[in-house]
């Protein structure tokens, strides 16, 4: 079946280092993936989306790039804040049922 | 602003006693919404799939009877926790799906439960 894997955390970095988080999918068809983060007692934003091959999805420096080739879908930030400590969920959509596919998420702390 | 608002944010409720959470689509109508079940440090689990005007799909080993599902209009979907123990404890979620922006799915803020 369909389903998603990331790198385990918890990752913990330094203010302004280089993050990757990777993502990799299986998936039968042809999946729009996600990028979704949870802040402390939050619900889910979405934080960029990509819905066919070799599409870039970016926001708030944060980018992820839609890898057929190699199912994948890294998260990548060239420069982490303390304000970007939360958990990041990669995630597939199908169209046909609805539903959401999450990875089992990816805790980031960064240090002052 | 928030296009899903999940009521409450916290609750805290004896053990045996039933609580209520609800999930409302503010400026759209949900025929579907799904809600998640998320432990301490790992992932969201999908427990049930919330029809309107028909009955709720349950994920494999979700017992009904435990999480009641109701989804009596297009806006509005509930979930009863029935005769809580300490081990429903947890933070709930509830989503709505919606095709009109870049996310397929709307996200409430979730609801922390806490079964003493």
């Known amino acids: 079946g369909d389903s998603v894997t990331q790198m385990e955390g918890p990752v913990t970095l330094s203010e302004e280092a280089f993050l990757t988080i990777n993502c990799t999918y299986t998936?039968?068809?042809?999946?729009?993936l996600f990028w979704y983060v949870q802040y402390p007692g939050e619900g889910l934003q979405l934080l960029l989306k990509?819905?066919?091959?070799?599409d870039k999805g970016s926001n708030k420096g944060f980018e992820a790039t839609y890898r057929k080739e190699t199912t994948s879908f890294h998260l990548e930030k060239g420069s982490v804040q303390v304000s970007d400590s939360a958990v990041y969920f990669c995630?597939?959509?199908?169209?046909?049922?609805?539903?959401?596919?999450f990875g089992k998420g990816t805790r980031l702390h960064i240090l002052p | 602003g928030a296009v899903v608002s999940q009521h409450p944010s916290r609750v805290i409720c004896k053990s045996g006693t039933s609580v209520k959470i609800e999930c409302r689509s503010l400026d759209f109508q949900a025929t579907t919404m799904f809600w998640y079940r998320q432990f301490p440090k790992q992932s969201l689990m999908l427990m049930a799939t919330?029809?309107?005007?028909?009955?709720?799909?349950?994920e494999q080993g979700v017992e009904k009877d435990k999480f009641l599902i109701n989804h009596a209009s297009l806006t509005l979907s509930t979930l009863t926790v029935t005769s809580a123990h300490p081990e429903d404890s947890s933070f709930y979620i509830c989503?709505?799906?919606?095709?009109?922006?870049?996310?397929?799915?709307?996200f409430g803020n979730g609801t922390r439960l806490t079964v003493t």
């Open positions: 919330s029809n309107e005007g028909s009955k709720a799909t349950y």
């Open positions: 990509a819905t066919k091959a070799d």
């Open positions: 989503s709505a799906p919606d095709r009109r922006g870049n996310s397929p799915l709307h």
């Open positions: 995630a597939l959509f199908m169209n046909r049922d609805d539903k959401i596919i």
């Open positions: 998936a039968t068809g042809y999946p729009s």
